[in-house]
């Protein structure tokens, strides 16, 4: 989402919302800075749907303003409108054409600030003002505790209203530099002027000055394939923070609910034999009745930034089919795709009446921990066995490795024994011939000469455990 404003012009914001509708992803919101009589500014911001001729009829009501043609070069020098901020906002909301297409933020910095409306006298017209929230041009941190509490109605002679905070960035500059330097994050359901006015009006939760923690791990996608969609199939896209599915009665709420489970591994029937849970008899009827004539669930989510497709058929319901990025496919058992992705999935109303009844608040609570710490005892169990795995390979090979000491010493005393024999003998013929013990000892000589062979492949065999234990 992108918000352009220039000192009573149009034509910058128009220029950057014409290119930007080549893309999908990137919403413009044309705006215009009002510079009031009273010396304060105000931003005004148009629905990304809102026609030109909108912009041009808001532009007729500053009273003193010229607008500049679509194509000049330069703007007329800026000259403050003949309306203070409450006029500005009297004539906005007396316009309907005009009041359902845009918002007003005037700007409330510190008391030092620059065409602020937080400076001396003007607290009275501050306190009625019809605004849910204004625009600061300083970090967030650096706005004094004072001015925030006036901003959000703690200091009474500035008006009871909480209004909301938005951090921006005034450039004035040809690198742009100062573009996107203070941060705000606002949480939109969509992208329009109304998601902005719901965001203001519950900015203590929807707008952040610190950058938001997104899940490592989400669902991004759900299609569905089944007789409930007809002849196309059926997609919904998730946000990285809280999603709701709203309907009446009726409307399939459960049934997208019910699919999603079926695409990860999480029904019923795929955890009954897990802790005894029976399955429940319309959420299974809706799976065998929509997705048995060739029905599947695709469901696209993110493990650690890197997307991946899980696909689960009815034909093949023991088994997810898996593609990354690169179109590879891999085919994992239920079991191994809950411990791919841990999820955990509640009955209808399980969670509407949870504060409701604080014993039924402790038994969710604990049905959570209780999941988490199922994974989490299947990873400690998995790393238990892969440990004793490696300690009983260590051990059987020092074994080796002691055995193979032993033979070595015991055939070095004998290879040894059979050298002093042999070095007796020598001299023994040396000094009167061969004798008959002599020819016997002779005879054995390809004997010794294997025994000294097989010392040898000991001490490679050896060398090589050795080497293997110091890798453990």
Not at 225 to 234: A, F, H, R, Y
């Amino acid at each position: 989402m992108v918000a352009i404003t220039d000192h009573h012009d149009f034509c910058m914001a128009e220029y950057v919302a014409e290119e930007a509708s080549a893309y999908e992803n990137i919403m413009v919101f044309r705006g215009i800075e009002v510079t009031c009589q009273d010396n304060v500014q105000c931003i005004v911001l148009f629905d990304p749907s809102s026609h030109k001729r909108i912009l041009s009829k808001f532009m007729g009501m500053l009273t003193g303003i010229m607008e500049a043609g679509e194509h000049e070069a330069n703007a007329p020098p800026t000259q403050p409108c003949r309306m203070n901020l409450t006029e500005l906002f009297e004539a906005v909301q007396s316009e309907p054409l005009i009041r359902e297409h845009c918002i007003l933020l005037p700007h409330f910095s510190h008391l030092e600030a620059h065409k602020s409306a937080n400076s001396q006298g003007h607290h009275l017209r501050f306190a009625e003002l019809a605004c849910d929230g204004v625009y600061v041009e300083v970090p967030y941190d650096e706005l004094d505790i004072t001015t925030r509490n006036k901003i959000w109605g703690y200091v009474p002679a500035w008006g009871k209203r909480r209004r909301a905070i938005i951090a921006t960035g005034d450039n004035k500059t040809e690198t742009w530099d100062r573009l996107g330097q203070y941060n705000c994050w606002l949480k939109l359901g969509e992208h329009s002027l109304e998601a902005l006015r719901q965001a203001m009006l519950a900015d203590e939760a929807r707008i952040s000055f610190e950058e938001p923690q997104i899940p490592s791990e989400r669902i991004t996608q759900l299609t569905i394939c089944s007789t409930l969609t007809g002849n196309e199939e059926l997609s919904l896209t998730f946000n990285a923070g809280f999603n709701a599915l709203i309907g009446g009665r009726g409307s399939g709420k459960s049934s997208f609910i019910e699919y999603l489970r079926f695409g990860l591994a999480r029904t019923a029937a795929d955890l009954r034999l897990l802790d005894g849970a029976s399955p429940r008899e319309r959420d299974e009827k809706l799976i065998d009745d929509t997705l048995q004539d060739g029905g599947f669930v695709t469901i696209t989510l993110e493990r650690d930034g890197v997307p991946e497709t899980w696909r689960r058929t009815y034909a093949d319901r023991d088994r997810i089919t898996i593609s990354d990025r690169k179109h590879n496919e891999t085919t994992l058992s239920l079991d191994d795709a809950r411990r791919r992705f841990p999820a955990r999935a509640f009955e209808q109303k399980g969670l509407s009446s949870t504060m409701n009844d604080p014993a039924k608040a402790a038994d969710q609570i604990t049905g959570i921990a209780a999941a988490e710490e199922l994974d989490l005892r299947r990873e400690v169990d998995e790393s238990i066995v892969k440990s004793k795995r490696a300690i009983t390979t260590a051990l059987q090979q020092a074994a080796a490795y002691w055995q193979l000491l032993r033979e070595e010493k015991r055939m070095s005393t004998l290879v040894t024994d059979l050298k002093e024999r042999l070095a007796a003998n020598t001299e023994r013929l040396q000094a009167d011939g061969i004798s008959d013990a002599a020819m016997k000892i002779l005879e054995k000589a390809p004997e010794y000469s294997r025994a000294s062979s097989y010392i040898r492949s000991i001490q490679v065999s050896k060398e090589t455990i050795q080497k293997k234990i110091k890798r453990h």
